[in-house]
C-alpha cells in the first residue's frame, strides 16, 4: 500500500525500550498533539464551534457557493462527514444549502450573515489560538516545527481517508468545475 513502509529485516529494534517507551513513539505524539490542540481550541476560541466546523466556515468565506463534495475536498474530509456538518450548520443559521435551478444533484454553500458574523469574531481569536500553541517555542523553533508538519501532511496526505484537495477550489456555481 503506497505511503506505508515496512520495516527492513537489517533493521535492529530494541524490544524492551519499544514496550517502554510509548509515549516516545511519534502516533501517540501525535494524537497528544491534536487532543492538546483541541482542548486549547476550546478554551481559547469558546465552545460555539468545534475546530473542524472552525474550518468548514473559513473555507466557505473564502470559497463560497462550492458544492458539499468540494466542501469535503477543501477541509480532508470525507463527503459524508462534510454533508452532515453542513446540515448542522444550516440548522444553527451559520450556512445556507442552496439547490441549483440546474441540478438537483447537489447543493451550494454560502456562509449567512450570521456565519460571517460568528466567524469575523473567531478569526482574531485564532492568533491568539496560535500564539497558545507556540507557547514555550521560540521563533526559530515555531517556524521549524510548523514547516516539518507541513512536511510531514503534505508527504502523507494520499494515505489519509480524507486526503486534502486544494485543486478543486472553483465552484460550481461559477462554472468551472476542477476534477
Known amino acids: 500500500m503506497k505511503g506505508r513502509i515496512a520495516p527492513r529485516a537489517n533493521d535492529k529494534v530494541d524490544r524492551r525500550k519499544s514496550a517502554t517507551e510509548v509515549y ?3 502516533g501517540h ?5 491534536q487532543q492538546i490542540a483541541v482542548s486549547m481550541f476550546h478554551s481559547t476560541m469558546g465552545n460555539g464551534v468545534t475546530p473542524v466546523q472552525y474550518c468548514v466556515l473559513r473555507v466557505l468565506k ?3 457557493g462550492i458544492d458539499q463534495v468540494t466542501l469535503a475536498k477543501l477541509c480532508a474530509l470525507d463527503t459524508s462527514t462534510a454533508a452532515d456538518l453542513a446540515v448542522r450548520l444550516e440548522e444553527r443559521g451559520l450556512v445556507m444549502r442552496m439547490m441549483p435551478m440546474k441540478s438537483k444533484r447537489f447543493r451550494l454553500l454560502h456562509l449567512t450573515p450570521e456565519g460571517n458574523a460568528l466567524l469575523n ?3 482574531p481569536s485564532s492568533y491568539v489560538l496560535a500564539g497558545r500553541l507556540f507557547e514555550g517555542l ?3 523553533e515555531q517556524r521549524v516545527f510548523l514547516h516539518l508538519l507541513k512536511k510531514f501532511v503534505h508527504l502523507n496526505n494520499e494515505v489519509s481517508r480524507a486526503p ?3 485543486s478543486r477550489a472553483t465552484s460550481r456555481s461559477s462554472g468551472q468545475q476542477s476534477n
Open 121 to 123: 469574531k473567531l478569526i
Open 138 to 140: 521560540n521563533k526559530e
Open 164 to 166: 486534502l484537495d486544494r
Open 24 to 26: 516516545d513513539e511519534p
Open 62 to 64: 473564502d470559497h463560497p
Open 29 to 33: 505524539l501525535i494524537r497528544r498533539a
